[in-house]
């Protein structure tokens, strides 16, 4: 049961563009919501956050959107640059309980010049 | 500097040889936990522990075991590894309260043949 889902596994983007990355979550009880980037060779590194009290949060190129009714959440980096090629995974947690990060199945970027 | 370090970063080794990857942090986090990532299924957690002597299961916790003696420290051990545990394993801790990112190590290749 995948109560995190990336439904698209790569993305292409021009350099400069908007690039626009979905997430969507089956579990009511996530309150918290993060992006990780993951270069190769490398562990995940956190991006960006959002608490469930919040619709958006904004760090310098990086927005994060949350439409809690949809269980919606999505990830805009403007503008986008080639060192934003990696793969971005979602991830959700619960407040409550074990607290565990659930991550979703992840999706390539690849910025074009 | 804050870090997870694991080791070791690549591991090749036969069925049945029992193994284990080394994990410490440096942040004074009570909340450590593995992960597992294979291709278009994402992260997903083998096993966690809330604080010393406290461990749980995650999602895959099969063939694994995992031990908690001291706060910095969590090893991953494959008593008998298998082919299917071929993948790409990550350490990470974070503080605990639901609404806090997780660090992550650079990873450990594990290939059993």
């Known amino acids: 049961d995948q109560q995190v889902k990336q439904n698209s596994p790569s993305l292409s983007v021009q350099e400069g563009r908007i690039s626009i990355l979905n997430c969507d979550y089956t579990n009511s009880m996530f309150d918290y919501f993060l992006w990780y980037k993951k270069y190769p060779a490398e562990g995940p590194t956190f991006l960006i956050s959002i608490s469930s009290i919040k619709d958006k949060n904004e760090d310098g190129r990086f927005t994060v959107f949350l439409n809690k009714s949809a269980k919606h959440l999505s990830l805009h980096i403007v503008p986008s640059q080639p060192g934003d090629s990696a793969v971005y995974f979602c991830?959700?947690?619960?407040?409550?309980?074990?607290?565990?990060?659930?991550f979703g199945q992840g999706t390539r970027l690849t910025i074009n010049p | 500097e804050a870090q997870v370090t694991q080791n070791p970063r690549y591991l090749i080794t036969v069925t049945g040889k029992k193994l284990t990857v080394t994990c410490s942090q440096n942040m004074n986090h009570e909340y450590m936990s593995w992960y597992r990532q294979d291709p278009g299924l994402g992260l997903r957690q083998i096993y966690y522990?809330?604080?010393?002597?406290?461990?749980d299961k995650g999602d895959v916790p099969e063939g694994y075991k995992v031990s908690r003696k001291e706060k910095r420290n969590f090893p991953l051990i494959l008593e008998s590894p298998s082919p299917n545990q071929t993948s790409l394993y990550f350490c990470?801790?974070?503080?605990?309260?639901?609404?806090?990112?997780?660090?992550f190590g650079q990873g450990t290749r594990l290939t059993v043949v």
């Open positions: 522990s809330m604080n010393v002597e406290v461990t």
């Open positions: 990470a801790s974070r503080a605990t309260g639901g609404a806090k990112e997780a660090f």
């Open positions: 991830a959700a947690s619960a407040y409550q309980g074990a607290q565990k990060l659930v």
